[in-house]
């Protein structure tokens, strides 16, 4: 797996328990809870767009 640009910013509210939560999941995980947004977007879109949506950018692009 390749490392992503880590350039842009997403901000997010969320209600305070569910975040406690989610925290200590991903520690459990030993994963940070931006690792695990990154992994839920990545499968998302490589969901709705394929593993390859990279290269389709790229050519819409062109």
Do not use: H
């Amino acid at each position: 797996m390749t490392k992503e640009n880590r350039t842009a910013r997403l901000t997010l509210l969320i209600d305070p328990e569910k975040k406690a939560v989610f925290e200590e999941l991903c520690k459990a995980e030993d994963v940070t809870p931006s690792q695990k947004v990154r992994q839920f977007i990545r499968e998302y879109v490589e969901q709705k767009l394929g593993p390859d949506w990279r290269e389709q950018r790229t050519q819409q692009s062109d």
